[in-house]
């Protein structure tokens, strides 16, 4: 061997104790990388700590003040994730009890409310849809319809992917959808390099799809029924007519927000089309063989009739019943009726759903409860709205424009439904401070908040699509600034000229 | 835990080679072959999933998404590009589909996935390692594998497949600059790796350089790569010294058989002048100098500052 000709010892240069004290650096370099990736946890602990000890700032209490630390802590540990999220979660649970003196069952009650068995009935949803053979028929429906001119296929995928998302949850149908893309792309060519652009484009459509229908009904994603809930407990009053106007149930939220989705969604194919050509402008190889493979699965069976119904039933239960019994009873029923039909076992769903998405969620609803209790978030409202007023963005749209910016800053940063409850109470005060309406706020902060397209990480049809392995994570920021401008315009469009008119 | 070093395997020489899918992780991977071939090393090509700790899924796990692509029949990304890399060794004739196979998978907690890795053994008992593995992102990953068997180096690609753009990118510096940083042995980021315009091996004189400069002129040589030699003064006084240092690593390599193909003194700014020097050559070779690791982190070091502004590939010695 060459090597060995050299009389050079690859391995450790250094014999004895050199070799000894090399092993020990080496080791000491893992110690030390163990308590690097902890680090954002001990300075969240510290500033922790010194904000509990600062004075008392002008016209908040000592309660509001551990709240406002506690939120800062929380939100410092939600972007930077040095210990997973439920973690979290509970040391929200912990610092409640703890530091606020709060009784703990007083505390386990603020956790749960519909918005959360909501959320828990949706993921329980979600995996048992994923698990119906549907996604063929989808697929087969999908380029029936649309022909094989590849910006067609490419407006159908979006279109179906967007409107199944926007009632079944944009990560539901993103795990549906991306077999359906890949197989396109494998069978347009083998060769990931050929079908570049066109793979961006295709699953793209998926994600950009689903993304921006998730805010068109209020089981599109979490953070509606987080938005919901805040409504309700902030400003709803039993006694007082004056307030019915914050219940916004499925129907009324599906007229203010339907429209959005709808009009963005040929936007997103323009916009693909514009940033990326795609090599291909025909995929009917592709569609030709693809028809083929469903139409060997046979043609629907009773199970997958069975799923469709139970599924119609479900949104029906949504549309007329949710504001007798609350839309997490109509999920959480869907979820047993998928159960007791046996169309999906339970440990599918107890591997598929993360629960300590749930656990997050309520965690984070109730500090959002315990921020507006303890008037730590009018005071934080207050402050900010002095700094916007000198800025001209202390009223109208200029405010709109504030409050949205802040949220899609936000939600770039963390998942989006903890950006809402993070930043909920805090924009629902700022809007009582400036006396604009709460709803209008409300429904910009939900809509910001799925203006995640910058990143891989944003939403998670984004995470769900790249996870496929043929996207790049620049491909999410050539195209995505591009969509957030868009959605800004039309939502400030709509909140200036449509919600008026449907008045709020 | 004894996962891929054995008996034999503590005294080969043990490369990991991450893959991506990228052009770039191939480049890297052709490069260990030829190393590998030269050395006779074990090699193992490893493929890191994340954990989705974000929850960015939206609380539907990924994994119900990666089951739905394998019932449709579609490969999972990982384990098409460990294909890939493994089909790329055998063209390349470093590996025999003969070769004897041993599959194991490992439990992960958390994830119904676990790790999985194809072991190929050759007669004189090399191997190479096919690794899929998760962890809960994918640097931390890389450097653990250095607890499971004491690797000798590292190679990555620098392919922005690494990085994760995202407002928050200033706390997650890119995957390959934290390998680089924190891995406990020599780390090779590969960019436009061409063999053919040679190494460029930076010197400053220190006890350290040289025996990089040993170990590094040996493995270009191994591989056949011309090794050119560079040290920079940072003053125009300095100059006699950086030419002292210049010598000194010549007769070192002279005294190995290895004949230098350029010398080069330079006076300036270490980094800009190395990086500028660097576009001749297809690797860069630095040392890690700095000892201590606090000043690592505030202060950034040569080799990290050369590891970033680099056109191609760069080599940090440990």
Redesign the interface.
Known sequence: ???Q????D??L??KGTRKIRRVV??????L??RL??KR?FLIAMLIGTGMLYLPLPNGLTEQGMIMLTMSVVATILF???PI??PGVALLIIIAQVVLMGMDSSAVAKSMWNDSVLF?MGS?ML??AV?KQ?L?KRIAFLIVRMTGTRTSRVCFGISAVSGILASFI????V???M??VG??LI?LTSDDPKKVRKLAVVILLSISYGCSVAGIATPSG??RNAIMIGYWKEFFYDPTNPETHKFLIDYVKWMIFMYPMFLLQLPLVTLVLFWTFKPEYRDLSRAVVKLRRQVEAGGSMKSPDWIAVLLFICILIGWIFFSDQVGMGTVAIMGATAFLVIGLVSWEDIN????W???L?YAAAISMGLQMKNTGAALWVAENFLNLLVPLGAGEGIGLWAAVSVLTT?VT????N?AAVAVLGPIVLNLATAAGESPVVIGFITAMSSSFAY???????AC??VY????L???D??VVGWKMVIISTLVLLASAAVYWPTIGI | MNDEADATGD?R?RILVCID?SDESYLGLRYAAKLSH???SDTVLLYVRAI???????????????E??L??G?E???I??LKKGRDLLIEMGEMAPSWPEQSTHTDVDGT?LGDNKIEYTNEQGRKIVLKLKVARDIA?GI?DQ??LG?Y?LYILGAS??W??????SF?DPAVAEKIAV?A??SVLVTRELEGSLGNLLCTDGSERAE?MI??AA??S??CGFPVSIISVAEEEEERSKAEANVAQAKNILVD???EPRDTVVRVGNPVDEIVDEGKKYSMVVVSDTSRS?LKR?FMGSVAFKVLEESKHSVMVMR
């Open positions: 061997m060459r090597a000709k050299l009389k050079v690859f391995k240069a250094a650096t080496m080791r000491w370099r893992v030390f990388l690097w990736e954002w972007i930077t994730e997973p999220l959320i993921l979600a995996v994923v053979k996604d949850g944009e990560h539901t993103a795990a549906m991306l077999p890949i197989t494998t994603g979490a591997i598929g759903v993360n300590g998405v749930v997050l800053g770039n940063m963390m998942s439904g910058l990143t891989v990480v944003g939403t998670p995470t769900i996870a496929s392995g043929y790049k994570a620049t999410f920021l | 005294k020489f899918g030269g050395l006779d989705d700790l974000g929850m960015r899924s939206g609380g539907l796990q990924i994994s119900v998404a990666r739905n692509m019932k449709w579609l999972l990304p990982g098409k590009y119904s931390t450097i250095w607890e004491e000798d922005e497949k990085r994760k753009f995202s407002l928050a706390r924190h406990p042995c025996e040993r170990r040996a493995l040589y191994t190995m058989g290895i690791e982190f």
